[in-house]
């Protein structure tokens, strides 16, 4: 498979498979499950082909050109470590998958579950396969987003929206700090392109802006993956399904952390900086989260507590600095997510089949649940580091390289004691995993006697266990090709020899792990005896990162912002919104008043444009005054502001903008007008107005004229300047040439600017559904539910006619309306096709439809159009971003830029050539979604009027039975 099509399939499709997983009808549990599960053996097949070519230490290579001037591209890479972690990205997700399968309950929302994890494991491939540095910052925290959904999946619990928002606070400032350190290190080299930052050599350790980057860098990288003191997170989110844990917590999100250590080790390591910091940060995470993983009862948090200790392990390797010790990190990042990863899900089972995870309560589970006992104790024997098992062999690299020779003696002693303590411990738990659950006498405090669960279910744990055997027994098979492809990534000319072999003979490495074997069963007998049951971490019981960063959370979110508001605040917009004026039109006058020169009198000017500028003028300041008392007034007082607007662009020759600036008005004085009805009643006109008041409304109309003033001598400053070269003359020069239409507007629309386009109407359709959303959930107020005053005078004069006005008073005007539906619909189709080359558009179009569909309300009623016109705004607003998207994708499949325009002559019978440009499929999805958008908020505003009123406060939401969910 080309290179060009396989990396960009790899991060793409599981973005893709996400969005149908989830826009599927209806709970297709099933369904969902066999999509995911055939997205990642597809993406595990994929990932796997792809290492012959890699193996020799070859790079491949996908770039997309977005902003080459200024170095951001999009850039997919896959070398050794790349691979390698794309293969438990994807491998270990396939796996996940099938266990959730017979994990989750069929109550539960399983697309919601499977979307997401879908959607993380896109945004992990995109993280590990990123070219360009700016690029790895967004997926990095495209990660801590999807997985603060993940976490927070069970969202009815209190616990899990904690632990939630805890990870992504905590990650998401991380990632901030990293993306400007990703700033600096792209500064410092020239590039943003990962290749020319890792050919760089010492120019970044030898930058003054070093240390400044580097401490932004491990900012990222320690709070991705949960190091001291950040390690607080993590145990918080184990409320996350135990499918979850399992890939977000042993194979994927913590590893992105101690994964861009790795990348970037190459060019960062070379300093003291980084030896002390990244050193010692993890030898005291390897140490801490070993200890406190011995006290835990819960054996999820036993598990997460002994995943930071491990992630510490891998951290302290990395910070020594040593090719070796890079080697031994490389190898235990895949060696401890197929024991963790198994463990997680042992985990799972026993608490699926017991209904309980507190070691307290489980013993004797071996005579129960045999085979899950058995792979349960290999993968903690695999944790412990107990020989012929591939945790093993990494533990005795790690003890290695801590134990050879250093000049200075605190770095000599405290390295191979650390590591041996911190060993001792890792045996400690993991004995009280196996011993507390497996062992000991039946339990007695269970919700359900345990089982063996599906076989199916086993087969996930079974395959990672039998790879810790079978990297233990034979890694010169199993996996030395596979880790010499990752080590030549990272070290490439420096890579020194090292040894799989399973007996290097009785050296110091073998001593310190019998001690550590050893020294973990001594500590464990009196743990169990006396400790077992206190509560807490003896020692470190004052130590609670989470205590502290609630304790942070709340004094910045609550007591500050209190303090803030009290100082700075008001009850009343109208105070605030003065000072934000009046501090902007300061900063404005302040920056722009010696640049301003002398200002040249007009050459000539028409008294027509200035009289229809006089009546523009009048009129906002009308609808200004009007606006609090008078709202209908002040609506058509609003439209004559608008209506100069629209004659201004005309006379300078601007019909494009004429014709949106009008039928902009239009579509939305209707809108408001609908929406008038639903607001309080206005205020009555004051019979007399007390002194303070005027002179506050003096202040405010003195403030907002000199803002007007401003703004204008600013403009013209602007506009009588001579102007510099600028890119009209490029347009005029290539529309018709490069973008095949004479309508200059609209080519730069929907060809030489339409990502912008495509961004904005991405808004205009995010801005419908909130409007959407937010009317389903309005109240009136009290004094708006009654019907308004013109339909109870009608009632006065014929009783029951104020619910039929357009019936009894406006059948000839309604009939008209309807009458117009299809030639309004004929207009809207013309000047759609005509805006490639006169004016016109795929905007204007839109509008020009949207008010065929309010002519419709407006004439028949609510009821009425929707018995006979299925409208289904949704559909048109998901159809437009398609149509614009497919178009730019279609451009990239064919060889060229995003969005990227075609055009030709199409000879059609009848009629002869006719200009077509696949432009005009762009211009098709902004008039969907135009149209959609549009109809959407009319279709909310409209059903006010038949919807049961109920007013604001009247009585509380009834509580949902069940779970929301997304699908």
């Known amino acids: 498979m080309p290179t060009d099509f396989a990396l960009p399939l790899l991060c793409i499709l599981p973005f893709l498979a996400s969005v149908f997983v989830l826009a599927a ?132 619990r209190g616990d899990a929206r904690d632990g939630a928002r805890m990870a992504l606070i905590i990650t998401g400032t991380g990632g901030l700090a990293l993306f400007v350190s990703m700033l600096i290190i792209g500064r410092i080299v020239g590039s943003y392109e990962l290749d020319d930052v890792l050919a760089s050599g010492s120019l970044i350790v030898e930058s003054p802006l070093y240390p400044v980057a580097l401490i932004l860098f491990l900012l990222g990288a320690f709070t991705k993956s949960a190091q001291f003191p950040f390690q607080f997170w993590l145990p918080n989110a184990m409320t996350a399904p135990t499918p979850v844990s399992a890939y977000l917590h042993s194979a994927t999100m913590v590893k992105a952390g101690v994964f861009i250590l790795t990348r970037f080790w190459p060019v960062m390591h070379d300093h003291q900086l980084w030896f002390w910091i990244v050193t010692y940060t993890g030898l005291a995470t390897l140490i801490f989260g070993a200890y406190t993983a011995l006290f835990q009862r819960d054996l999820k948090g036993l598990l997460a507590y002994s995943t930071i200790s491990h992630l510490g392990l891998i951290t302290t390797l990395l910070g020594m600095g040593t090719p070796l010790a890079a080697v031994a990190a490389i190898f235990h990042i895949a060696n401890h997510a197929t024991f963790k990863a198994s463990l997680f899900m042992a985990v799972g089972i026993i608490d699926h089949e017991t209904g309980t995870r507190d070691v307290r309560k489980l013993s004797g589970l071996r005579k129960y649940m045999p085979f899950t006992a058995t792979l349960a104790i290999i993968a903690s024997a695999a944790m412990a580091g107990v020989p012929l ?56 405090q269970l919700e359900k006697v345990p089982h063996e669960p599906p076989a199916l279910m086993r087969r996930p744990i079974e395959i990672l266990v039998l790879i810790c055997l079978a990297v233990g027994i034979i890694p010169g098979i199993t996996i030395a090709p596979y880790l010499a492809a990752a080590v030549y990534s990272v070290l490439g000319a420096e890579t020194p020899y090292y040894s799989l072999s399973v007996w290097h003979g009785f050296n110091l490495p073998l001593i310190m792990s019998i001690i550590a074997m050893v020294g973990g069963a001594v500590i464990y007998v009196p743990y169990y005896r006396k400790l077992r049951d206190i509560d807490g971490v003896p020692l470190t019981r004052g130590l609670v990162g989470q205590r502290v960063f609630e304790r942070i959370l709340v004094t ?296 065929a569909f309010i002519l419709q309300y407006l004439a028949g009623g609510t009821r009425w159009v929707e018995e006979r016109l299925r409208i289904l705004p949704l559909l048109w607003i ?43 499929i762009f211009d098709l999805g902004v008039f969907a979604l135009v149209v959609g958008a549009t109809v959407l908020m009319l279709i909310a505003l409209a059903h006010q009027s038949i919807r049961r009123p109920k007013v604001a406060g009247s009585n509380k939401p009834k509580q949902r039975a069940g779970l929301d969910k997304w699908n």
């Open 878 to 920: 998901g159809w437009g971003l398609l149509l614009a998207l497919l178009t730019g994708l279609g451009a990239m499949v064919l060889g060229a830029p995003f969005l990227t325009s075609a055009f030709a002559y199409a000879d059609i019978p009848l009629i002869g050539k006719v200009p077509m440009a696949t432009a005009l």
């Open 25 to 156: 009808p209806g709970e297709k549990y099933r369904g969902a499950a066999w999509v995911t599960a055939v997205v990642a053996a597809i993406l595990s097949l994929l990932s796997l082909a792809l290492f012959p070519s890699i193996a020799n230490g070859e790079v491949l290579i996908s770039r997309i050109e977005w902003v080459p001037q200024l170095g951001l591209n999009l850039t997919l890479r896959l070398d050794g470590l790349a691979w390698l972690f794309a293969v438990l990205i994807t491998c270990i997700g396939f796996l996940v998958v099938l266990y959730a399968r017979y994990y989750m309950s069929p109550k539960d929302p399983i697309a919601r579950f499977h979307a997401l994890l879908l959607a993380f494991m896109g945004a992990m491939l995109g993280l590990v396969m990123s070219g360009n540095i700016i690029q790895l910052a967004i997926f990095w925290e495209l990660t801590s987003l999807v997985s603060f959904l993940l976490i927070g999946y069970w969202y009815h």
């Open 389 to 444: 098992l591939n945790g093993f062999l990494s533990k005795e690299m790690f003890f290695t390289e801590t134990a050879e020779f250093d000049p200075n003696v605190f770095v000599n002693l405290s390295l191979p004691i650390g590591a041996t303590l911190a060993g001792m411990l890792s045996v400690a738990y993991s004995i009280k995993f196996v011993h507390g659950v497996f062992f000991g006498p039946p339990p007695t």
């Open 556 to 851: 910045a979110t609550n007591r500050w912002a209190r303090h803030l508001v009290g100082a700075f605040g008001t009850q009343r917009l109208q105070p605030q919104i003065f000072v934000v004026i009046f501090l902007a039109l300061a900063a404005g006058i302040a920056a722009g008043w010696t640049r301003m020169g002398n200002l040249p009198l007009p050459d000539s000017f028409d008294p027509v444009l200035g009289l229809v500028w006089l009546l523009g003028g009048i009129s906002a300041i009308a609808a200004a005054q009007q606006a609090k008392f008078h709202r209908l007034a002040s609506m058509i007082l609003m439209g004559g502001a608008g209506l100069a607007t629209c004659l201004t662009f005309a006379w300078f020759s601007a019909p494009d903008l004429a014709l949106t600036q009008l039928l902009a008005e239009i579509a939305t004085t209707v809108l408001i007008l609908l929406g008038l009805r639903w607001l309080p009643k206005r205020s009555p006109v004051p019979e007399g107005t007390p002194w303070a008041a005027r002179l506050r409304r003096y202040r405010d109309v003195s403030l907002a004229g000199l803002v007007g003033l401003a703004t204008a001598l600013a403009s013209y400053a602007v506009m009588t300047r001579s102007a510099p070269e600028g890119i009209s003359d490029f347009f005029l020069a290539n529309a018709y040439k490069e973008g095949g239409g004479t309508n200059v507007v609209n080519v730069m629309l929907v060809d030489f600017r339409g990502f912008d386009t495509m961004g904005e109407i991405t808004v205009l359709g995010v801005v419908a559904l909130t409007v959407f959303g937010l009317l389903r959930r309005f109240r009136p107020a009290s004094d708006s539910v009654e019907r308004p005053e013109q339909q109870r005078v009608l009632d006065d004069y014929a009783p029951g006619s104020g619910d039929s006005v357009a019936d009894d008073f406006l059948r000839i005007p309604a009939l008209i309306m309807n009458w117009m539906f299809p030639v309004v619909v004929v207009v809207a189709i013309y000047m759609l096709m005509r805006g490639h080359d006169l004016p016109g558009g795929g905007f204007i179009a839109g509008i020009i439809m949207s008010l």
